[in-house]
């Protein structure tokens, strides 16, 4: 299917300029991943296990952020006696509707059990709806 230049919004065709993209290449269905930010990163996380050599480097963040947030969830709740360190990994890792977590998801929710947060209210005070589930541990 052919691309249509003129069926883009006038904001979606000056980010892809800026990107680099002229209309040629859009109608002549050039990659636009760069162009949109992504030249570094998957536009889906699940998109990184495909392609594990070009996205080394957010795979290996990704991971870093994981772990920190397993470290944090572990010292700050695996006294409680409902405790489950499988489920814990399984909510850092997805959302609730099973999608991969994003690494901006990851970095808020380490930015809340870093905190100074004296009641669980108080830590999710500022996440999104969907980042709170990151911090569920069982």
Same mark, same amino acid.
């Given at each position: 299917?052919?691309?249509?230049? =003129?069926?883009?919004? *006038? !904001?979606?065709?000056? #980010?892809?300029?800026?990107?680099? $993209?002229? #209309? ?6 050039? =990659?636009?991943?760069?162009? %949109? ?28 952020? &994981?772990? !920190? $947030?397993? %470290? ?7 006294? !409680?006696? =409902?405790?489950?360190?499988? #489920?814990?990994?399984?909510? &850092?890792?997805?959302?609730? *509707? ?5 690494? !901006? ?26 980042? $709170? =589930? ?5």
């Amino acid at each position: 299917m052919a691309r249509n230049w =003129n069926s883009l919004s *006038d !904001a979606y065709r000056a #980010r892809l300029e800026r990107g680099g $993209i002229t #209309r040629g290449e859009y109608e002549a269905g050039a =990659n636009l991943s760069a162009a %949109r930010g992504h030249k570094a990163t998957p536009e889906h996380p699940r998109q990184a296990e495909n392609d594990r050599q070009r996205f080394q480097a957010y795979i290996f963040e990704r991971d870093r952020l &994981v772990q !920190a $947030i397993l %470290r944090e969830k572990s010292q700050k709740f695996s006294a !409680a006696a =409902n405790y489950n360190a499988k #489920r814990s990994r399984w909510n &850092v890792e997805h959302f609730q *509707d099973g999608r991969a977590r994003s690494l !901006a998801s990851l970095r808020r929710a380490l930015e809340a059990l870093k905190g100074q947060a004296s009641s669980w209210e108080d830590m999710i005070e500022d996440l999104e709806e969907e980042d $709170i =589930n990151a911090l569920y541990y069982h």
